[in-house]
Protein backbone atom coordinates (compact mmCIF):
# COMPACT_ATOMS: atom_id res chain seq x y z
CA UNK A 1 0.00 0.00 0.00
CA UNK A 2 1.71 3.43 -0.95
CA UNK A 3 1.38 5.76 1.57
CA UNK A 4 2.54 9.39 1.90
CA UNK A 5 2.87 11.82 4.50
CA UNK A 6 3.98 15.81 3.98
CA UNK A 7 4.86 18.05 6.70
CA UNK A 8 6.55 21.26 6.85
CA UNK A 9 3.87 24.23 5.95
CA UNK A 10 3.19 27.35 7.93
CA UNK A 11 2.00 30.76 7.75
CA UNK A 12 5.70 32.99 6.42
CA UNK A 13 5.32 36.61 5.30
CA UNK A 14 5.64 37.27 1.22
CA UNK A 15 9.68 36.88 0.93
CA UNK A 16 10.34 34.33 3.23
CA UNK A 17 10.94 30.52 2.70
CA UNK A 18 9.68 27.09 3.63
CA UNK A 19 10.81 24.00 3.28
CA UNK A 20 8.38 21.09 2.59
CA UNK A 21 8.94 17.17 3.89
CA UNK A 22 7.61 13.98 2.15
CA UNK A 23 7.91 10.44 3.41
CA UNK A 24 6.48 7.22 1.78
CA UNK A 25 5.96 4.58 2.40
CA UNK A 26 5.61 1.46 0.38
CA UNK A 27 7.93 2.51 -2.55
CA UNK A 28 11.35 4.89 -2.73
CA UNK A 29 11.51 8.22 -3.64
CA UNK A 30 14.39 7.04 -6.31
CA UNK A 31 12.21 4.42 -7.58
CA UNK A 32 9.33 6.35 -9.16
CA UNK A 33 8.94 10.06 -10.92
CA UNK A 34 7.47 11.77 -7.83
CA UNK A 35 6.57 15.24 -6.86
CA UNK A 36 4.59 18.26 -5.33
CA UNK A 37 0.83 19.99 -7.10
CA UNK A 38 -0.95 22.08 -4.66
CA UNK A 39 -4.66 23.03 -4.74
CA UNK A 40 -6.01 26.69 -3.67
CA UNK A 41 -9.64 26.91 -2.64
CA UNK A 42 -11.60 27.55 -6.03
CA UNK A 43 -8.80 26.79 -8.07
CA UNK A 44 -7.37 24.27 -10.36
CA UNK A 45 -4.98 21.58 -8.64
CA UNK A 46 -1.30 22.62 -10.36
CA UNK A 47 1.72 20.60 -10.57
CA UNK A 48 4.79 22.35 -8.73
CA UNK A 49 7.45 19.84 -9.56
CA UNK A 50 8.94 16.44 -10.18
CA UNK A 51 11.61 14.66 -10.53
CA UNK A 52 11.51 11.70 -12.92
CA UNK A 53 12.86 8.43 -11.51
CA UNK A 54 14.70 7.24 -15.30
CA UNK A 55 17.32 10.53 -15.44
CA UNK A 56 16.77 12.37 -12.39
CA UNK A 57 16.00 15.39 -13.93
CA UNK A 58 13.67 17.93 -12.62
CA UNK A 59 10.74 20.04 -13.87
CA UNK A 60 8.96 23.18 -12.81
CA UNK A 61 6.07 25.15 -14.07
CA UNK A 62 7.17 29.02 -14.93
CA UNK A 63 5.40 29.99 -12.00
CA UNK A 64 7.37 28.99 -9.46
CA UNK A 65 10.50 28.09 -11.55
CA UNK A 66 13.88 29.85 -9.46
CA UNK A 67 11.76 30.33 -6.71
CA UNK A 68 11.33 26.18 -6.02
CA UNK A 69 13.23 23.40 -5.54
CA UNK A 70 13.00 19.77 -5.75
CA UNK A 71 14.78 17.21 -3.72
CA UNK A 72 15.68 13.69 -2.24
CA UNK A 73 17.24 12.00 0.45
CA UNK A 74 17.45 8.36 -0.52
CA UNK A 75 19.20 7.36 2.55
CA UNK A 76 16.17 8.60 4.62
CA UNK A 77 13.82 7.85 1.66
CA UNK A 78 12.24 11.59 1.60
CA UNK A 79 11.29 14.28 -0.81
CA UNK A 80 11.80 17.66 -0.13
CA UNK A 81 10.52 20.78 -2.02
CA UNK A 82 12.44 24.37 -0.70
CA UNK A 83 10.39 27.44 -1.46
CA UNK A 84 12.04 30.70 -1.38
CA UNK A 85 10.90 34.00 -2.24
CA UNK A 86 7.42 32.74 -1.28
CA UNK A 87 4.61 34.81 -2.21
CA UNK A 88 0.82 35.08 -1.55
CA UNK A 89 -0.39 32.99 -4.49
CA UNK A 90 1.58 30.38 -3.64
CA UNK A 91 -0.92 29.77 -0.52
CA UNK A 92 -2.30 26.33 -0.72
CA UNK A 93 -2.33 22.93 0.28
CA UNK A 94 0.74 21.29 -0.96
CA UNK A 95 0.73 17.32 -1.89
CA UNK A 96 3.42 15.17 -2.76
CA UNK A 97 2.70 12.21 -5.36
CA UNK A 98 3.57 9.91 -7.61
CA UNK A 99 3.59 10.89 -10.92
CA UNK A 100 3.26 8.49 -14.00
CA UNK A 101 4.31 11.89 -16.38
CA UNK A 102 5.77 15.31 -15.81
CA UNK A 103 7.33 18.16 -17.42
CA UNK A 104 7.61 21.44 -17.22
CA UNK A 105 4.38 21.90 -19.02
CA UNK A 106 2.20 18.95 -17.57
CA UNK A 107 1.77 16.70 -14.12
CA UNK A 108 0.23 14.03 -14.43
CA UNK A 109 -0.44 12.24 -10.91
CA UNK A 110 -1.01 8.24 -10.65
CA UNK A 111 -4.36 8.12 -9.15
CA UNK A 112 -4.84 7.52 -5.04
CA UNK A 113 -0.73 8.68 -4.94
CA UNK A 114 -0.87 11.36 -2.62
CA UNK A 115 -1.00 12.40 1.24
CA UNK A 116 -2.80 14.62 3.08
CA UNK A 117 -1.13 17.51 2.29
CA UNK A 118 0.18 20.23 4.04
CA UNK A 119 -1.09 23.88 4.16
CA UNK A 120 1.21 26.87 3.12
CA UNK A 121 -0.06 29.80 3.50
CA UNK A 122 1.72 33.19 2.62
CA UNK A 123 0.93 36.59 4.06
CA UNK A 124 1.12 40.02 2.13
Known amino acids: EVQLVESGGGLVQAGGSLRLSCTPSGFTVDGHTIGWFRQAPGKEREGVSC????????HYPDSVKGRFTISTDKAKNTLYLQMNNLKPEDTAVYYC?????????????????WGQGTQVTVSS
Open 97 to 113: AQFYYCDNNKFYTRPNS
Open 51 to 58: IKSVDSST
